[in-house]
């Protein structure tokens, strides 16, 4: 991979200029520092996220039980006590997690993405942030017991906070580039001096005490939803992840793919996009499904004759669905679920069926291209016998029913997410050869650690930014601005919606653009037009998923060409065309909520038909093939208007449409 990487070409002008910078693993004490620290965190993380409460509540019921016995239990009792605190300090539990992913992130991640070594600053930074979290902690009561308005930031307070926000800022710059670094501080500049904007635009003079409250205590800033939920969830499911990956599941999907796709025409493809399903649909993250998967579709795929750049695309855009795909979905979804207070099942459920159309509607544009230029199968030497790959690996769909189980049995994702990790590493003990053992378990934490860094920066960052929204009261400003734009209808606001979204996806990691985009237009969409919650923070989570394919910040698409050694840039236009189905399926799904699985059986299965039909209808549209045959212009106008058809609510519509689309392409194959 690093030869691939080294490959690719130099980034230049506006690119290098919204590109993050250079990653990259210290050796010596320092790599010792980064796996101690790595441990401590993911045990920290386990222990606050699921077994504090059980401990604690298991010492409680065994003291009452000692006191109805007439027993001594006051230190079982205390020790219970003690226990539970945890799950209900959150202030406490992020600043430890900071305490420990800040220092890391400076020592991985350098200032220039041209520099690859550490440096003084570097190492600066990481203690710099170290001490402010040490701050927070050592003086966590003053925080715990903070009364909004009574309550005031002494001068210390102040420093450390201003200092807090410049770490975030510059962690924010290393870690996603310039593009949400940028409107953190235009934010920023808004709320300092928004009081000096005319008309609609100004707002109060705030005092620096109730700015570094809001940010730096308060659970509106960066102590809030996106890192809290970093520190648990999506900490939780990344590690389960990788260790799910190191004990050898990542390998059965592939094997899996490569049996049930491998011998059909564009078979190396196909195996592509069914392997990164599977693994996305646990990972929940583009780059990590691309660096798990892309080192064995990509070279297959290219050995098959796919050039490069569409053997990285291929691969780019299967991995993003798996942030929309059940049942770990990406780290957006625990924000969903947190933001909007709906359990994170019943979104895994809604997402399941859109999820399902986005990959038909990839499988569509694989098999055309596939057939026009007459692409060869999978090697045979490649394809594993579906029999062998089930008895090899049948084992490792084991801790996915775990993970499954729990799901539907109503626990909390962390519960999920512990359980399923201890499911892992307890049946990966019974095959030594891909046992858990503790070097590996160091090397798992280390890794999910460092996966971590973009995401911790990126919703660090966007703390930041609901601090600033909530101070300036820019969400009703923006409210305002929609609905002149759109003239209070519709139809134009979900357009001009979805454009904002992906404009902000092209300059902004998933996270940061989801939360941007439920600060400002979730607003807008639930108050004017009395839209359900579930459908509207799903269409904004469906964009914000696009933006690891979306030019020219494209995290997955940079991942896949590092292993393709292709142009990344030659990536995003065929990327886009082959995500079609994620940018017309958010429309559909908030006209028609059966596809979300909601309504009768009845009312489910036609969104699911009519869904499916829209997404073929978008796919052959835009492609412009039908196998060996080209659709000419005035029928490729057509299918587009079938696909807006196929949107609108009114049965007789999504018929004719259907119809229509059907005959056109009958007519051309």
Same mark, same amino acid.
């Given at each position: ?6 490959a ?6 506006? %690119? $290098? ?12 004490a ?21 077994l ?5 509540d ?20 205390a020790?219970?006590?003690?226990? $539970?605190?945890?799950? =209900? ?8 997690f900071? =305490? #420990?992913?800040?220092?890391?992130a400076?020592?991985?991640t ?31 009561d ?8 009574f ?16 770490l975030?800022i510059? %962690? ?26 005319p ?11 109730? &700015?570094?409250?809001?940010?730096t ?10 890192? *809290?939920v970093?520190a648990?969830y999506? &900490?939780?499911?990344? @590690?389960?992840?990788?260790?799910? *990956? ?5 390998? %059965?999907?592939?094997?899996l793919?490569s049996?049930? +796709?491998?011998r ?5 493809a196909?195996?592509c ?30 050995? +098959? ?9 291929? *691969? ?12 770990v ?6 924000i ?32 055309n ?10 090697? *045979? ?12 690996g ?8 775990v993970?499954i ?21 307890a ?45 300036s ?8 601005? #929609?609905n ?16 904002? /979204? ?7 990691p998933?996270?940061a ?12 969409l ?13 269409? #904004? %989570?469906?964009?914000s ?24 840039m030659?990536l995003?236009?065929y ?8 940018f ?6 908030l ?9 009768g ?15 073929t &209808?978008?796919?052959?549209?835009i ?12 029928l $490729?106008l057509? /299918? ?22 059907? @005959?056109?392409?009958?007519? $051309?194959?």
């Amino acid at each position: 991979m690093n030869a691939a990487a080294e490959a690719a070409p130099p980034r230049r002008g506006i %690119l $290098r200029f919204l590109r993050e910078g250079g990653r990259h693993r210290p050796g010596g004490a320092w790599a010792v520092l980064i796996s101690i620290g790595s441990v401590v965190a993911a045990l920290y993380v386990l222990w606050v996220s699921a077994l504090a409460t059980v401990v604690g509540d298991l010492a409680l019921r065994a003291a009452a039980e000692l006191a109805q016995a007439g027993l001594p239990h006051g230190a079982l009792d205390a020790f219970g006590v003690w226990a $539970r605190a945890f799950t =209900a300090n959150f202030h406490l539990d992020i600043a430890i997690f900071i =305490a #420990i992913t800040f220092p890391v992130a400076f020592l991985t991640t350098t200032g220039s993405p041209q520099r690859k070594l550490l440096s003084r600053t570097d190492i600066a930074l990481a203690g710099l942030s170290f001490a402010v979290a040490l701050y927070y902690i050592v003086l966590d009561d003053r925080f715990l017991n903070w009364s909004r308005g009574f309550s005031q930031p002494t001068q210390a307070d102040i420093i450390v906070g201003f200092t807090l926000l410049a770490l975030v800022i510059e %962690l924010c710059r290393r870690c996603t580039g310039w593009g949400l670094t940028t409107l953190v501080l235009v934010l920023l500049g808004f709320t300092f001096f928004g009081h000096f904007m005319p008309g609609p635009l100004k707002h109060e003079n705030y005092s620096v005490n109730y &700015f570094i409250e809001m940010m730096t205590v308060m659970p509106v800033g960066i102590f809030g939803t996106p890192i *809290e939920v970093a520190a648990t969830y999506a &900490f939780l499911f990344v @590690l389960f992840g990788n260790f799910f *990956e190191r004990a050898g599941g990542g390998l %059965l999907f592939f094997e899996l793919a490569s049996a049930i +796709t491998g011998r059909m025409v564009g078979g190396a493809a196909k195996a592509c996009v069914t392997a990164s399903g599977l693994y996305g649909s646990v990972s929940g993250s583009p780059t990590a499904d691309v660096a798990t998967t892309g080192p064995l579709t990509i070279p297959i795929m290219m050995k +098959t004759g796919i050039p490069a750049a569409r053997a990285g695309a291929i *691969e780019a855009t299967a991995s993003s669905g798996g942030a929309m795909l059940p049942p770990v979905m990406g780290a957006v979804a625990f924000i969903m679920s947190d933001i909007t207070g709906i359990p994170y099942a019943t979104i895994a459920l809604a997402s399941l069926l859109p999820a399902l159309l986005y990959y038909l509607a990839i499988y569509i544009l694989v098999h055309n291209e596939a057939v026009r230029n007459n692409e060869a199968r999978m090697p *045979e030497d490649q394809i594993v016998p579906l029999h062998r790959a089930v008895v090899r690996g049948w084992r490792h769909l084991l801790p996915l029913g775990v993970l499954i189980a729990l799901l539907m049995m109503g626990y909390t994702p962390a519960y999920v997410a512990a359980g399923s990790t201890a499911a892992v590493i307890a049946l990966s003990w019974f095959w030594p050869a891909s046992a858990i053992g503790p070097r590996r378990f160091v090397q798992v934490c280390t890794d999910t650690i460092t996966q971590l860094v973009p995401l911790v920066g990126a919703v660090a960052a966007a703390g930041i930014v609901i601090g600033a929204i909530e101070i300036s009261a820019l969400a009703g400003k923006f409210t305002l601005l #929609i609905n002149y734009l759109s003239l209070g209808l519709l139809v134009p606001t979900l357009v001009l919606a979805a454009v904002f /979204l992906v404009l902000l996806g092209m300059g902004m990691p998933t996270p940061a653009v989801y939360i941007t985009g439920a600060a400002l237009l979730a607003p807008v969409l639930r108050q004017n037009f009395n839209l359900p919650e579930m459908q509207v923070h799903l269409f #904004i %989570l469906y964009f914000s998923c696009l933006s690891a394919i979306t030019p020219p910040v494209a995290v997955a698409n940079f991942a896949a060409a590092a292993i393709a050694g292709a142009n990344p840039m030659a990536l995003g236009p065929y990327a886009v065309k082959l995500a079609v189905g994620g940018f017309v399926l958010p429309f559909f799904f908030l006209f028609n909520p059966g596809l979300n699985v909601e309504g009768g059986f009845v009312n489910v299965v036609s969104a699911f038909f009519f869904g499916g039909a829209m997404v073929t &209808f978008a796919s052959f549209a835009i492609h412009g093939l039908a196998g060996r045959h080209t659709i000419a212009w005035p029928l $490729r106008l057509v /299918l587009f208007a079938c696909t807006v058809g196929a949107i609108v609510p009114r049965i007789e519509y999504q018929m004719a449409a259907t119809i229509v689309g059907a @005959l056109i392409l009958a007519i $051309r194959r």
